[in-house]
């Protein structure tokens, strides 16, 4: 059972800071890229942040300058560091994951279940 759980979300006012992680566990041998969407209510879901394996990284136009992904020392953790918030980014944060597992050759896409960013004063 592959699992992606994210934590670090909760409420915090204009201007503020969280960081969310999100950790991967399950019988996985690889991890590729890892990344973060965010959904908004009545949105679709939208790509925050994309880190690659080899530490490659890409941010939406929106969050560019606020906002930083990393990877954690274990290979299958990621990070989501998010300065000088906004009340638009107001969403369900999840964390993504291209995992190869135990007894494959190939990369699959995993989804977390998602964690609350709230903005507001």
């Known amino acids: 059972q592959v699992q992606l759980v994210e934590s670090g979300g909760g409420l915090v006012q204009p201007g503020g800071s969280l960081r969310l992680s999100c950790a991967a566990s399950?019988?996985?041998?690889?991890?590729?890229?890892m990344r973060w969407y965010r959904q908004a209510p009545g949105k679709e879901r939208e790509l925050v942040a994309h880190?690659?394996?080899?530490?490659?990284?890409y941010y939406a136009g929106s969050v560019k300058g606020r906002f930083t992904v990393s990877r954690g020392t274990a290979e299958n953790t990621v990070h989501l560091q998010m300065d000088s918030l906004e009340s638009e980014d107001t969403a369900v944060y999840y964390c993504?994951?291209?995992?190869?597992?135990?007894?494959?050759?190939?990369?699959?896409?995993?989804w977390g279940q998602g964690t609350q960013v709230t903005v507001s004063s």
């Open positions: 880190i690659t394996s080899s530490g490659g990284t």
């Open positions: 399950g019988s996985i041998t690889r991890v590729n890229s």
């Open positions: 993504n994951a291209d995992l190869r597992l135990r007894g494959t050759t190939w990369y699959d896409t995993y």
